[in-house]
């Protein structure tokens, strides 16, 4: 259900304790949560996204543990027990008590005990065969600190600590296609980010599934003019149905969609140090995430730095052309450590610019607001999103751009008060689109309101 929203204010000055501090918000994001939650872990929003979504929970668990750092452990625990013998973390988990035809594609389609057998797919529960960002090992580290003494009670470090290890041994191996040193996703929901204009160059070499061979549940519960075109829809279900079909193998297939994108690789490196914090907690090797996260970092810059456009770049390996599309995606390496002076300065430069251009009552777009495909109110296709937004001004707070984080901080939560925790917004109007009662919404509304100091420890 869509909430009518104002437009939130403007405000100059740094938030205040009484500002940061709003227990009627933070109530209100805790009952999001409660209401959300599924006994094990929490769906992102009842009616359209009903199952387990894997970096919804990592974003979920760090809302989570201001409220119960427990309930935050088995958020992730319950994430990574679905994990394949391959190392990978699978982009949904099904809820079995879900009715199949409540949400297209379902396990009936992944087929992954099935399909996925040959890649250690988990014969006891079903889920997808693609991944998401891995923003895992940052939230599991942040859930840590915030009680190291129960954390430590539980074992929860020194038991997620060699799945973290096995889901990114499996990207910087299984997934370096292009053998640069740089993940690839094989899918554009891989990248969160489903339906962005970056696609749109890549996605057209790939011919649709025939129209009447699926049913999209997704229109029952949002607006048509909100979500993906059938054509995009009938290419998504291709590239999955033909990654299934070859038994969801990396090396070696002749994949459709192959690119390189700058959020999934940034995040991958904001979470091998995350990595490396808790390898040194536990007395393990912390080096060679370390040394992994650099050649990440550098393998970004070498790879997908456009100095031209101010911004990092999406690259399509089987055209090995990076893709002129602007996208939010280009600015999230902010968030990992290791960046050139200049070209942090460029990315401010870019994200407080015309293409972008946020400020005091208007969040990041998704997309390049000149580009030609920009549209306010499609789904990644201009529309500001919360873990976005939360995840850039964490970033702008690492490389000490305090006042422009600040302004994202006061922003969000306001955004999310006056939209009832929505999916998406409106980033001129501030208007709620997609689904209310967001999890991530609430969850990273909550940790904003609950840790002032920001930034990634």
Avoid at 48 to 60: G, I, K, R, T
Avoid at 187 to 209: I, K, Q
């Amino acid at each position: 259900m869509k909430r009518a929203v104002q437009p939130t204010g403007t405000r100059s000055a740094a938030p205040c304790a009484e500002e940061v501090a709003d227990p009627s918000l933070a109530h209100r994001a805790r009952r999001v949560l409660a209401e959300n939650w599924t006994g094990g872990s929490t769906v992102p929003s009842r009616s359209l996204y009903p199952h387990q979504w894997s970096w919804d929970s990592a974003f979920v668990a760090i809302g989570l543990r201001h409220v119960s750092p427990e309930r935050a452990q088995r958020e992730l625990e319950t994430l990574l027990d679905a994990q394949w013998g391959d190392g990978r973390v699978p982009h949904i988990v099904f809820n079995p008590r879900v009715p199949p035809a409540a949400y297209f594609p379902g396990p009936d389609f992944w087929r992954s005990s099935r399909a996925g057998r040959g890649a250690g797919a988990p014969a006891d529960v079903q889920t997808s065969g693609i991944v998401q960002p891995p923003v895992h090992a940052l939230a599991a580290w942040l859930v840590h600190r915030a009680d190291p003494a129960a954390s430590r009670r539980r074992g929860f470090l020194r038991r997620v600590h060699p799945r973290l290890v096995a889901w990114h041994r499996y990207l910087l191996g299984q997934r370096d296609l292009a053998g640069a040193g740089l993940v690839a996703v094989v899918h554009p929901w891989e990248t969160g980010m489903d339906n962005s204009p970056c696609w749109d160059r890549p996605l057209a070499r790939v011919a649709p599934a025939p129209a009447g061979s699926f049913r999209r549940a997704d229109l029952a519960h949002g607006a048509a003019d909100d979500r993906p075109t059938d054509l995009d829809y009938g290419r998504y279900v291709a590239l999955a149905r033909a990654y299934r079909d070859h038994g969801y193998t990396d090396r070696g297939t002749a994949h459709a969609f192959a690119v390189e994108d700058p959020g999934v690789n940034a995040l991958l490196a904001a979470s091998e140090h995350a990595l490396a914090r808790i390898a040194h907690t536990l007395g393990a090797d912390a080096d060679t995430h370390r040394d992994s996260a650099r050649h990440v970092t550098e393998s970004l810059v070498r790879r997908l730095w456009q100095a031209d456009a101010g911004q990092f770049l999406c690259r399509d390996i089987r055209a090995d052309a990076l893709l002129p599309e602007r996208s939010a995606a280009g600015l999230l390496p902010v968030v990992a450590p290791g960046l050139p002076d200049d070209v942090v300065t460029a990315l401010l430069r870019t994200a407080r610019g015309s293409r972008f251009g946020f400020g005091p009552d208007r969040l990041v777009p998704g997309y390049d607001r000149l580009g030609a495909a920009f549209d306010r109110h499609r789904y990644w296709r201009g529309p500001a999103w919360f873990n976005v937004n939360w995840l850039l001004e964490r970033g702008f707070r690492q490389y000490g751009r305090n006042a422009d984080a600040d302004v994202l901080r006061r922003a969000l939560p306001a955004a999310a008060s006056a939209t009832g925790f929505a999916e998406y917004i409106d980033p001129d109007t501030g208007q709620a689109r997609g689904s209310g009662d967001f999890s991530w919404t609430a969850a990273l509304t909550l940790d904003l309101l609950s840790d002032p100091q920001g930034g990634i420890r």
